[in-house]
């Protein structure tokens, strides 16, 4: 059927709707198969536009990771926004844009919100994963009670809208017009790069190159590869030997664009050498996490927070300081002895960066981190890889100290958490809901158990009330701490595709400097087996030992 609408015509398609569409931790995330079932992604999409009722006139930023199947769901995308009464949308050039860089247009463009076209750390390729988020007027993720409704929309779609549009050239940047529809084709980094300009230390981090200090960046075939170029490469001068993976490809080469020790073992590997750089990087798929490594030195993410809010006045955008700060529950606690030191708030929220828009948009918080290698701050309402990767450079060249010399010091202040994640691969999804809900429901009466030299003191399913809004997240994972402040934590994965996927987060403080340079395995090794007999994992889903260790 065609119909007219605005100068625009639309074209209803009939559809039935499918009963999985809920959104995970961070947006829709299906296997490539999954999405290109018929109608599939439309259905989705059209669930989200009649969700939000978009203003007729509204603005949109559109963008993604450039993995396989993002050319052909931008342009299906375009259509629907169209047909939704958009008239400026404001495109990625190739239809690429990172996850920090189109929330930081969102906002500067003020427009009413975006759609980013990623499955961030998960692998690409036909046989890989595929995903869609959608973010708010304030460039932040949706929230909970607008992904709570996109769902219970899902479940009455029966036809979808899309306008009558050619198939649209993305590859040159410059505005395209439509009838009264205004495609605005932009440069992915050019706004991203003034903001980083704003917010750090040029002069001084492309001295510090200049002298000698050496930085390897690994774009992993993601997204982050032409802003490396840009930044790191042309504005600062890091060597082109230096940026690794730079061209995003649809199935990141092969590579699993995740960094973190397991995937990026190459620069563990590289960093272990006598002729180790003086920092070694990687972002992920959509350019929204990042892994910091130094000279025999691997940063974990908790300790990267706690120390850039450490140092934070270093860099010229944090001049002032923050106003608070924030972590995901699982996340180590380092951070927040450095707030306490400061004197700010530290909150402690779910995991999923939404949980930390509302406590930024208020001006509570500066600074966040989470422990899946996600750093961000006020700058923008998504973690922010190469942010991230900045901020060290700024750090590091401020201080002219190395990355192993300034974490020692850090720990002698500040007393050092050793950290893991454990994960568990649990083929039957239902097995790892049955071992949750056990957990959730046994919580309270682990109290005063045994758990190796210590005895828990308490345990609790860790319910959020957002201090902002007043909404409340309940079920965001149970948590165990014992009398000695070392602490358990256990949750569900809502990044996956497949099965199910068992979180076990493991922590042990230790104030004396004379034991702060064990191996953290060494560490932790007792505390991760009695998770494994507290949570029963054997029992209820098989796995006898993690499947990963990051
Ligand atoms: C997303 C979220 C993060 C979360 C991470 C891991 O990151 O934005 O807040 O920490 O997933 O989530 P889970 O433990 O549920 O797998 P990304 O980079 O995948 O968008």
């Known amino acids: 059927m065609n119909t007219e609408s605005t100068s625009l015509r639309t074209r209803t398609v009939a559809c039935t709707p499918y009963a999985d569409q ?33 203003r007729q006139g509204a603005s949109l930023v559109i963008g993604g990771d450039g993995r396989f199947f993002n050319d052909v769901a931008i342009q299906t995308i ?57 973010n708010m007027p304030t460039g932040g993720q949706a929230p909970e009670q607008v992904t709570d409704a996109v769902f219970e929309a899902t479940k009455r779609i029966h036809a979808y809208h899309l306008a009558d549009l050619p198939l649209l050239d993305l590859a040159r940047t410059g505005v395209q017009r439509h009838g009264q529809l205004t495609v605005e084709i932009v440069d992915p980094v050019d706004a991203y790069q003034q903001l980083m300009e704003k917010l ?34 042309e504005a600062l001068g890091v060597s082109p030997e230096g940026l690794m993976h730079t061209r995003p490809l649809p199935d990141f080469g092969g590579l699993h664009p995740d960094p973190n020790p397991v ?23 959509d350019g929204d996490r990042n892994m910091i490594l130094g000279p025999a030195f691997m940063l974990s993410p908790g300790d990267s927070v706690a120390m850039l809010l450490a140092n934070a006045r270093l ?17 180590s606690r380092a951070v927040d002895r450095v707030a306490a030191q400061l004197g700010i708030p530290c909150f402690e929220t779910p995991t999923g960066w ?35 990767v900045l901020f060290w450079m700024n750090v590091l060249a401020a201080r002219e100290i190395s990355l192993p010399a300034l974490a020692a010091s850090h720990w002698r202040e500040h007393g050092r958490h050793y950290y893991q994640r454990h994960d568990y691969e649990i083929p039957d999804a239902a097995r790892g809901a049955a071992l949750m809900e056990e957990l959730r429901r046994t919580a309270p009466q682990l109290v005063g158990r045994r758990a190796g030299d210590a005895c828990i003191s ?31 934590v256990f949750r569900l994965s809502g990044t996956g595709t497949a099965g199910a996927t068992l979180r076990v987060y493991l922590e042990r403080y230790e104030p004396d400097p004379a034991r702060h340079a064990l191996d953290t395995t060494a560490v932790l090794a007792a505390l991760g087996r009695e998770a494994a007999s507290l949570a029963r994992i054997t029992a209820h889903a098989g796995p006898a030992a993690p499947t990963m260790i990051v």
């Open 22 to 54: 809920r959104m995970g931790t961070a947006g829709l995330r299906r296997k490539v198969a999954v999405l290109r079932q018929p109608h599939y992604l439309e259905s989705f999409i059209q669930a989200v536009l009649d969700t939000l009722s978009l």
């Open 78 to 134: 375009i259509r629907m926004a169209a047909a939704a009464g958009a008239t400026h949308l404001i495109v990625g050039r190739d239809g690429l844009l990172s996850t920090p860089a189109a929330s930081n247009l969102i906002r500067t463009r003020r427009a009413d919100g975006g759609f980013l076209l990623t499955a961030s750390h998960n692998p690409g390729g036909p046989s890989g994963d595929f995903g869609v988020k959608f």
């Open 200 to 233: 750090f230390d040029f002069e001084r981090i492309a001295h510090w190159i200049r002298s000698g200090h050496r930085v390897v960046f690994d774009g992993m075939h993601g997204i982050t590869g032409p802003y490396a170029q840009r930044i790191l490469g």
């Open 263 to 285: 995937d990026c073992r190459h620069l563990v590997d590289l960093c272990a050498l006598p002729t180790a750089p003086d920092l070694a990087a990687a972002s992920d798929g």
């Open 315 to 331: 860099a010229p955008g944090y001049r002032y300081g923050v106003p608070g700060v924030a972590r995901s529950m699982p996340t």
């Open 354 to 388: 939404r949980y930390f828009c509302n406590l930024l948009e208020a001006n509570r918080i500066g600074l966040c981190g989470e422990e899946s290698f996600g750093t961000g701050s006020s700058h923008t309402r998504e973690k922010d890889g190469l942010w991230a």
């Open 458 to 488: 308490w345990a609790d399913d860790f319910c959020y009330r957002d201090p902002v809004d007043g909404s409340e997240s309940a079920h965001q994972g149970v948590r165990v701490v014992l009398d000695d402040d070392s602490r358990i």
